[in-house]
C-alpha cells in the first residue's frame, strides 16, 4: 500500500472506501517511490472522480496488472483474426452464423448471443475499439476492481444486443463487439466526467474534450446512424444499448448524480427497514389500517399491486405475534 496518499485525481474519495482522506494540497512528488509517481502523475490534481462523490464499490488507487483488461483484449485479438480467416476460407459463414440475427433466434442459434459480441465490421473497427478499450480500461480496472470491472463489460455486450433487438428491424444482422466497450466508456464518462480525453493546441486555439463531451459525441451518432442505416449488417445499434447498460451498472454502484435506480433501490431499503423495526400492532395501525379502510370504501379492486403487497407482508408480521 502507497505510503504517501495518491493524488485528488485517482483515488475514489468515498471515506469508507478508501483509508487515505483528501490532501489539502497535492503531494510533494520528491517523497513518493516510483509506483507512487505514476499514480501521481496520471492525472491532473483537479480532477476529482465522480465530481467528488464517493462510492461504496470503489477500489484504493493502485497499480494494476489489468489482468481482466488485457485478457479481453486477447479475446478479442484472438476472435478477429478468427473472423478474418472465416470471411477469406468460409465467406458468409460469419454473417449467416455467428453474427445475431432475427433468423438465427427463431432456429435456436443460442451461440450467436455470445459470438456476436466478439465480431467487428471491418480493421478500423476492431483497431478503434481496442485502442479506445485499452485506454479507458487501465483506470476503470484500478477503480472498480476486477470484478466490477468484467461485469460491467459483460453487461455492456448484453445490453448492446437486447438494444438491437428493441431498436433495429428484424431483417438487419449485429456485429455487437461495439457494446462492452460502449458501456466501459459511459462508466468512464460517469466516473470521470471531467478528466480530459482529448486535448490539442494550434497557435493560440486549443481543444479539449473531457470525458463527459466524448461520451456524448459517441452518443449523438449513434443515435444519427440508428436513423439513417437500418439495413444489412450494423453495429450502431450495440453502442447505443452498451452506453445504457454502463450508466446504469456505474450508477448502481453508486458513481455519478443521483439516479432513479439508485433512489428506487434507496426508498425499497428504507421501507424494508421501517417495516422491520415496527412491531406488529404498530405495523397494522401504520400500514394496513389505511388499505382496509381504502377497501371498505371502494373495494378490494381498488388497491395497487404494492397495496396488495403489503396485505400479504401483514399475514406474517401478525404470524409472529
Same mark, same amino acid.
Given at each position: 500500500?502507497?505510503?504517501?496518499?495518491?493524488?485528488?485525481?485517482?483515488?475514489?474519495?468515498?471515506?469508507?472506501?478508501?483509508? @487515505?482522506?483528501?490532501?489539502?494540497?497535492?503531494?510533494?512528488?520528491?517523497?513518493?517511490?516510483?509506483? !507512487?509517481?505514476?499514480?501521481?502523475?496520471?492525472?491532473?490534481?483537479? #480532477?476529482?472522480?465522480?465530481?467528488?462523490?464517493?462510492?461504496?464499490?470503489?477500489?484504493?488507487?493502485?497499480?494494476?496488472?489489468?489482468?481482466?483488461?488485457?485478457?479481453?483484449?486477447?479475446?478479442?485479438?484472438?476472435?478477429?483474426?478468427?473472423?478474418?480467416?472465416?470471411?477469406?476460407?468460409?465467406?458468409?459463414?460469419?454473417?449467416?452464423? /455467428?453474427?445475431?440475427?432475427?433468423?438465427?433466434?427463431?432456429?435456436?442459434?443460442? @451461440?450467436?448471443? #455470445?459470438?456476436?459480441?466478439?465480431?467487428? *465490421?471491418?480493421? @478500423?473497427?476492431?483497431?478503434?475499439?481496442?485502442?479506445?478499450?485499452?485506454?479507458?480500461?487501465?483506470?476503470?480496472?484500478?477503480?472498480?476492481?476486477?470484478?466490477?470491472?468484467?461485469?460491467?463489460?459483460? $453487461?455492456?455486450?448484453?445490453? +448492446?444486443?437486447?438494444?438491437?433487438?428493441?431498436?433495429?428491424?428484424?431483417?438487419?444482422?449485429?456485429?455487437?463487439?461495439?457494446?462492452? =466497450?460502449?458501456?466501459? &466508456?459511459?462508466?468512464?464518462?460517469?466516473?470521470?466526467? !471531467? &478528466?480530459?480525453?482529448?486535448?490539442? *493546441? =494550434?497557435?493560440?486555439?486549443?481543444?479539449?474534450?473531457?470525458?463527459?463531451?466524448?461520451?456524448?459525441?459517441?452518443?449523438?451518432? $449513434?443515435?444519427?446512424? /440508428?436513423?439513417?442505416?437500418?439495413?444489412?449488417?450494423?453495429?450502431?445499434?450495440?453502442?447505443?444499448?452498451?452506453?445504457?447498460?454502463? $450508466?446504469?451498472?456505474?450508477?448502481?454502484? +453508486?458513481? *455519478?448524480?443521483?439516479?432513479?435506480?439508485?433512489?428506487?433501490?434507496?426508498?425499497?431499503?428504507?421501507?424494508?427497514?421501517?417495516?422491520?423495526?415496527?412491531?406488529?400492532?404498530?405495523?397494522?395501525?401504520?400500514?394496513?389500517?389505511?388499505?382496509?379502510?381504502?377497501?371498505?370504501?371502494? +373495494?378490494?379492486?381498488?388497491?395497487?399491486?404494492?397495496?396488495?403487497?403489503?396485505?400479504?407482508?401483514?399475514?406474517?408480521?401478525?404470524?409472529? =405475534?
Amino acid at each position: 500500500m502507497p505510503t504517501a496518499p495518491p493524488t485528488d485525481g485517482f483515488v475514489p474519495l468515498g471515506e469508507t472506501a478508501s483509508p @487515505w482522506r483528501r490532501p489539502a494540497a497535492a503531494p510533494d512528488l520528491r517523497q513518493l517511490n516510483s509506483t !507512487d509517481k505514476k499514480v501521481a502523475l496520471r492525472y491532473p490534481f483537479r #480532477v476529482r472522480l465522480s465530481r467528488g462523490k464517493p462510492s461504496l464499490f470503489a477500489q484504493p488507487g493502485r497499480e494494476s496488472r489489468h489482468v481482466v483488461l488485457l485478457a479481453l483484449i486477447g479475446l478479442n485479438v484472438a476472435s478477429f483474426v478468427a473472423q478474418l480467416f472465416l470471411d477469406a476460407f468460409a465467406p458468409g459463414f460469419v454473417r449467416d452464423y /455467428l453474427a445475431l440475427s432475427n433468423r438465427g433466434i427463431h432456429d435456436a442459434y443460442a @451461440w450467436q448471443f #455470445v459470438t456476436a459480441t466478439l465480431l467487428y *465490421g471491418s480493421p @478500423w473497427h476492431f483497431l478503434g475499439n481496442m485502442l479506445g478499450f485499452y485506454i479507458l480500461g487501465r483506470d476503470l480496472e484500478s477503480i472498480l476492481g476486477q470484478r466490477h470491472f468484467l461485469y460491467l463489460f459483460l $453487461s455492456g455486450a448484453i445490453g +448492446g444486443e437486447l438494444g438491437h433487438l428493441f431498436l433495429m428491424p428484424s431483417e438487419t444482422i449485429l456485429y455487437a463487439a461495439s457494446g462492452g =466497450v460502449a458501456a466501459v &466508456l459511459l462508466a468512464y464518462a460517469t466516473i470521470l466526467p !471531467d &478528466l480530459d480525453l482529448i486535448a490539442s *493546441g =494550434v497557435s493560440r486555439f486549443s481543444i479539449r474534450l473531457k470525458a463527459k463531451h466524448v461520451a456524448g459525441a459517441i452518443l449523438l451518432l $449513434s443515435l444519427v446512424m /440508428l436513423a439513417i442505416d437500418r439495413n444489412g449488417a450494423v453495429i450502431h445499434s450495440a453502442i447505443l444499448g452498451g452506453l445504457a447498460a454502463g $450508466s446504469l451498472y456505474a450508477h448502481l454502484l +453508486g458513481f *455519478g448524480h443521483a439516479s432513479w435506480p439508485r433512489r428506487l433501490l434507496h426508498r425499497r431499503r428504507e421501507a424494508a427497514e421501517r417495516m422491520q423495526r415496527m412491531t406488529p400492532a404498530e405495523f397494522i395501525e401504520r400500514e394496513i389500517d389505511p388499505l382496509l379502510e381504502k377497501i371498505s370504501r371502494k +373495494g378490494i379492486q381498488s388497491l395497487t399491486r404494492a397495496e396488495r403487497r403489503l396485505l400479504s407482508q401483514a399475514r406474517e408480521k401478525v404470524g409472529q =405475534v
